[in-house]
């Protein structure tokens, strides 16, 4: 009896004696998108072609969190972007180039540390048409706006707030790393979000200098100086000197029984045009400042549980070049998407877009649909059958 007795006593110290082990988890998660696609002209030809992430950027990532106590939560994401026809890395050939961040949460909100998204993708994005069902190439002309997400943020230290009855905000800022020089190649962005039954709302504001280098070449795993050109679509490659490139964003989307409207505006600066020193090159000799409007409206609507149909307008009017009328951009997208189950989908996307003017290189305006070759003429379409599953 003394011996069982003092087994349990042993038991019990030794129990005690343990730490308390926070709990955690890791997730694998990730999305696979497939499809075949037909572009009216490509650099001047016709192309049938297999084209992988148009729906959804084909990818797989980890996340996870820590419970650490009080109400605070470690939390991680790796996620990389891939081509499924090819094998390839995406976004420049980098591990992790979709995301990569480390962070803590609180009842009071979110910091996170790393490779992120701006606050206009944050809260401007969700209610695009390239967001929801229109894909990488039912986005504005060249994501010129980068409401598509085109470009990421490195470096970059982030706060997203709680939620407080639908309202969230938050903000970014990014650091240079140029001794000496602590606003070159800086980013910051502010943005807000509403979401509350029928109703999403988002607006926000992206800053950024040395946007060539910083910005538009930030999928590149070498180091980027500014004789390079990191821009190729011809809507605003020939900017690529601006000093400063800015968009300010909002939008937002009302659901009416099946149906759901929607409307988004932007407006991007290249400020400081002709800083070949820092920026980029300037083939065009630019100087002072180019800015583009931007007006997206859809609607969408929800036939079936499994079927969902839409259609967007949209239109672009850049700045006059050297005299000449500016550049301007009709786009009109059709889709339909189908869910087989919860985690797989069929869909069709149709593109259709009229150039006009003279764009950022000085010549006549060439259409060119977000994320394809462009166009030799005003005009291109492209059409888009693809499978998409989420694991």
């Known amino acids: 009896m003394k011996r069982e007795i003092s087994y349990v006593v042993a038991t019990v110290a030794m129990s005690a004696a343990v730490p308390a082990f926070a709990q955690s988890s890791v997730v694998l998660y990730g999305l696979i998108d497939e499809g075949l696609e037909f572009n009216t002209n490509a650099g001047g030809h016709p192309l049938y072609n297999m084209v992988s992430g148009v729906h959804g950027g084909s990818r797989f990532g980890l996340r996870g969190s820590e419970d650490l106590g009080g109400g605070m939560k470690a ?123 029928p109703l999403l709302l988002g607006v926000g504001y992206l800053n950024v200098r040395n946007p060539n280098v910083s910005f538009f070449g ?92 839409g259609a967007e307008y949209d239109y672009t009017r850049g700045t006059s070049v050297d005299g000449h009328d500016a550049a301007q951009y009709h786009q009109a997208t059709v889709g339909a998407d189908y869910f087989l189950s919860k985690r797989t989908d069929v869909y069709m996307i149709g593109v259709y877009q009229k150039a006009l003017g003279f764009d950022s290189t000085g010549k006549p305006a060439v259409a060119a649909i977000n994320q394809v070759t462009a166009s030799t003429s005003d005009r291109q379409a492209v059409v888009r059958l693809g499978l998409r599953h989420t694991f």
């Open 218 to 309: 930030s999928s590149s795993s070498s180091t980027l100086t500014a004789a390079t050109n990191n821009i190729a679509s011809p809507v605003y490659s020939g900017y690529a000197s601006a000093n400063t490139y800015q968009v300010f964003g909002a939008g937002g989307n009302y659901t009416f029984g099946a149906s759901t409207v929607g409307a988004t505006y932007s407006y991007t600066r290249f400020a400081g045009l002709g800083d070949t020193k820092t920026s980029g090159p300037n083939t065009v000799h630019y100087t002072g400042s180019a800015f583009f409007n931007n007006v997206e409206l859809s609607y969408k609507y929800q036939l079936t549980t499994a079927l969902v149909l």
């Open 75 to 197: 939390i991680f994401r790796l996620e990389n972007g891939f081509d499924v026809n090819s094998g390839k890395l995406g976004q420049g050939g980098l591990m992790f180039g979709r995301q990569a961040y480390v962070g803590l949460t609180t009842r009071f909100g979110t910091l996170t540390l790393g490779r992120q998204y701006d606050s206009v993708v944050d809260y401007v994005g969700p209610v695009t048409v390239g967001d929801q069902w229109g894909g990488t190439i039912g986005s504005h002309p060249g994501d010129l706006d980068n409401f598509d997400n085109t470009q990421r943020t490195n470096n970059a230290v982030k706060y997203t707030s709680a939620d407080y009855g639908g309202l969230t905000f938050g903000g970014l800022y990014s650091f240079g790393g140029i001794a000496g020089s602590a606003a070159r190649n800086q980013v910051w962005s502010l943005g807000a979000g509403y979401n509350n039954g």
